[in-house]
C-alpha cells in the first residue's frame, strides 16, 4: 500500500493529504493525482454546477434542505463508481461505497420510497 502524499493545491497554495487509499481507487480507474484540495475541488465542482438540475445532493430540493435549523453539513468524497468528486450529507466511512448523485440516481437507488415516480407529492 502506498504511504499517504502530500500534495500542494494548486488554487489557494494549501497543502492536502492524498491518502494511500485515494491513490489506490484513483490508479485503478487511471486517474492522474489531484492537483486541487477537496475544498477547491468542490468549489470547482459547484461553480460548473451552477447551473441548476439535479448534479448534486445540495441542489434542487434533495438533501441539502435545511428547515431544522440552518445549512446541512455536507462532506466531501470520491465517489466509488466514476471517481469524480461528491459532496454527500453524511460522514463517508471505508466500509460502505459513496455514489455520486448522477451513479446513484443510475444505480436505481431512490425509487420506491420517498423518491419514486410522485417526486414526493400526491399522498398527503
Do not use: H, W
Request: proline share 6%; aromatic share 12%; glycine share 20%.
Amino acid at each position: 500500500m502506498p504511504a499517504d502524499q502530500i500534495l500542494t493545491c494548486r488554487d489557494c497554495g494549501q497543502p492536502f493529504t492524498f491518502t494511500s487509499g485515494e491513490q489506490e481507487f484513483y490508479a485503478s480507474r487511471g486517474f492522474s493525482e489531484p492537483s486541487r484540495c477537496p475544498d477547491c475541488r468542490a468549489a470547482r465542482k459547484a461553480e460548473r454546477n451552477a447551473g441548476g438540475g439535479y448534479t448534486s445532493y445540495g441542489s434542487s430540493g434533495g438533501y441539502g434542505g435545511g428547515s431544522r435549523g440552518g445549512p446541512r453539513q455536507m462532506y466531501s468524497a470520491t465517489c466509488s463508481n466514476c471517481g469524480q468528486e461528491a459532496q454527500v450529507p453524511f460522514q463517508p466511512s471505508n466500509d460502505k461505497p459513496v455514489y455520486c448523485s448522477e451513479c446513484f440516481q443510475q444505480r436505481g437507488a431512490g425509487r420506491g420510497g420517498y423518491g419514486g415516480r410522485s417526486g414526493g407529492r400526491g399522498r398527503y
